[in-house]
């Protein structure tokens, strides 16, 4: 008994001997101990607060621990079993004792009364403005700590030192660009882009150069600091994730100012969080300087800004931003030479900061102004090309100061490494992606998209398409291809004339002529981005027997009627043939099948943005939701065979909350009157036929059903969803995975599903559903998909149910 009570005696003082006791104290209100400390494990699990007495005992064989307290700097602890005393300081330090408080009710009333100001205080209540712009972005690098290699003796180290001496001389990058904004109340707005200059390419780079890295406004929910969002503190949403404090009263022209200090009230998703301060005049409640940075551990972001009363409203007078890069490593050496002359011994790989600054300044302001239409006429954003041929002596007009010497010889320097290294051969590649896949050749293109395919009825399908381009003539091409499919031994071609009228909106009269196959039951999306439908088209027809032929002649006009917003209109004759032994009611086989057809389609997509550059309409700014209409309507003449109403609608979309990342698609399609089965719906099907677990193995579609056979469904009237989540990725080795969590579901009818013979088919009168998992972009874009087969048409045994394919993702997608 007495060595069991000595063994337990000995296990409690080795656990109170290894556990540590925490004290905290506030950083500001000295002797003051800090009570609710949040402490968290290494792994980010929370292991309690600290008492009334700001004391905390953290458990035994805990080795480490993290600090966390709203509005105070995070800190981490190396625990040895002794007792420690710590200090958290306020995440502004600058603040006074006196200001440091949970009650944050004046300056929070500041910030209010800033928000009911600011349209009062805009420059929009202004019938019409103009001014000017000019922004100088900088990559470049310190070489105070990178020394010379003194003797080189590897050809690594002679690029090295290459490499420090260029950024003795030049800087990494330097781009330029000069701007005209208009504002009518009567017409809207207008950015005019005059001249840009990037160093390394002798190519006009419009769709980069009229990007918008920072936000002008700071009246949304969100502040853009070069592509990435953040809560903004000074919106109806931020109050709710802010703290405030005053800082200071300030005298700025002449103005009294009072300065607010404010900073993240929780430490959820604190990389979306900034901190920083904010000047509000104290007369007009309007906002005259803004200071910030994130509170990422990972990359910094400044931003600082100004604003300048003209004419009672306040305009931006200057915006200057810096980020964090990354970094440039340079070699170990052992003897090398400081900036200074003296030789040092220094065996130890070092890194120096890459920094990114960009500052925009705005002048030449001026209202009223007497506009005409005609300049508001087109996209918001507009290329002014005569003046951007003469970009120099543009840029010349709108800068603040002349360009250092290093600046200069950055365009020197690094325009000779990029034509060294064929940099303008590599952007015309990347052009390609813009222009729906064209590869410009001279005064020629080639259509990549038409160079390869494949699908069960042609198999391997090898063919040859292009055209000219606006260095043959700006007002018209002409366009043609020709293909040929290796198992059904055919030859395909088709071409086309496009005629560009009203420039300013990418207007277009187009004739297209045909002779071609497609697989029955499918409705392309009218408007859709080229590579979306050739990618489409491509992985939905893998296993797809069931084709038709036909001869197409399609005339019509096509233009955007603003910024986001597209209308086709166009005539449509088609000759259709069913490839296989198909019957509609009292037909012949291989009947050929007459329709004369007239369509109305529409794209809208709110967030998007266009310019219109020589080499066609590019998206400089996309996104979320997309919407597509189109209406197909039949007529008796040339001896149609049917006259049918179609109508299609589609709508994509996505959703970012706390749980994650969803993308949600909805399609529906309605056939209103007699039609065959080539024009109706099919239920986009992708599976191989087979019952074992190795002939369900494949390849996956772009949002098919990937465990429904191709032909399997068919309806007149369909409604189909796929939504689609990703949770936060996990790590294997160095690889992040983010695992997509899917749901798919069908749901149509067929009113005459008798007059349809040759081919066997059901159609989804209940709803058809799966669900899957895929692990995307595993290596390169190739990844892994598990899909199940689910609810009312699902099957008895578990393998004819289950399917595993091969993944093809892409970011443009």
Known sequence: MNKLLFFIYFCFSAFLIGQTKITVLDGYLENTVMEGVVILSETNQKLGETNSQGVFIVPANIKTVKLYAESYEEK???????????????????????????????????????????????????????????????????????????????????????????????????????????????????????????????????????????????????????????????????????????????????????????????????????????????????????????????????????????????????????????????????????????????????????????????????????????????????????????????????????????????????????????????????????????????NYFLDITKLVKYNDYEGLRLGLGGGTNYKFNENFSVEAYVAYGFKDKKMKFGGGLNWYVNKAYSGKIFTHYAQDVDAIGKTPIELQNNYLAFFTENLVNIYNPNFYSYRRIKVGYQQDLSDNFTLLGAGVYNEKTAEFDYFYRNSRPHEKFLSMDTQIALRWAPKEKNIQTPYGKVTIQGGLPVFYFSLIQGWNVFNADYTPTKMNFHYFDEYRTFLGRTSFQFHSGIVLGKSPIIDLYEGTGNAKSGETLKEHFGLAGLNNFETMLPSEFYSDRFIKFNIAHRFAGFKIGKKEIFPLFIYRGLLGNMKNPQDHSGIYFLSPSKLYQEGGIEFNRLFAGLGIGAYYRMGHYAFDEFEQNFFLKLTLKMDLF
């Not at 602890?77 to 306020?90: E, R």
């Not at 105070?144 to 001389?169: A, C, G, H, V, W």
């Not at 998703?269 to 200071?291: P, Q, S």
Request: hydrophobic share 35%.
């Open 76 to 442: 981490k602890l190396f625990l040895y079993g002794k007792d420690i005393v710590v200090t958290l300081n306020p995440l502004l330090v600058e603040l006074e004792v006196s200001q440091i408080s949970s009650d944050d009710s004046e300056a929070r009333n500041w910030i209010k009364q800033l928000i009911q100001n600011r349209k009062k205080n805009s420059i929009q209540n202004l019938k019409s403005y103009q001014y000017k712009s000019y922004t100088k972005f900088l990559v470049t690098a310190s070489t105070d700590s990178m020394p010379y290699i003194l003797f080189p003796k590897t050809k690594k180290d002679s690029s090295y030192n290459e490499f420090r001496q260029l950024l003795d001389e030049s800087h990494l990058m330097l781009g330029e660009r000069a701007m005209d904004h208009k504002f009518s109340e009567k017409y809207g707005f207008k950015n005019i882009l005059k001249a840009s200059r990037i160093s390394g390419t002798q190519l006009p780079m419009y769709e980069f150069a009229v990007m918008q890295p920072i936000s002008i406004d700071f009246d949304e929910n969100y502040i853009e600091l070069f592509f990435a969002k953040f809560s903004n503190p000074l919106s109806n949403a931020g109050l709710k994730d802010y703290r405030y404090r005053i800082s200071s009263y300030e005298e700025l022209e002449g103005r009294s100012m009072v300065v607010i200090a404010f900073f993240p009230k929780t430490k959820l998703e604190m990389e979306k969080r900034i901190k920083g301060y904010v000047w509000i005049d104290m007369e007009t409640k309007a906002l005259t300087h803004f200071v910030t940075e994130n509170l990422s551990e990972k990359q910094l972001l400044e931003m600082e800004i100004e604003w300048e009363r003209v004419q009672n409203y306040w305009i931006p007078k200057q915006q200057r931003f810096r980020m964090d890069g990354g970094s440039i490593s340079y070699p170990s050496v052992k003897d090398s030479l400081t900036p200074d002359g003296e030789v040092r011994l220094d065996t130890i790989k070092k890194k120096e900061k890459v920094w990114l600054h960009l500052t925009t300044s705005f002048s030449d302001f001026e209202s009223p102004v007497d506009f005409d239409s005609k300049e508001f006429k087109g996209y918001t954003t507009q290329i002014d090309f005569k003046s951007h041929d003469n970009s120099n002596e543009t840029l010349n007009q709108y800068r603040n100061d002349s360009l250092s010497l290093r600046e200069m010889n950055t365009y020197v320097k690094i325009d000779s490494i990029g034509k060294k290294h064929k940099v303008d051969k590599a952007l015309k590649l990347l052009r390609v992606v813009t222009s729906g896949g064209k590869l410009d050749i001279g």
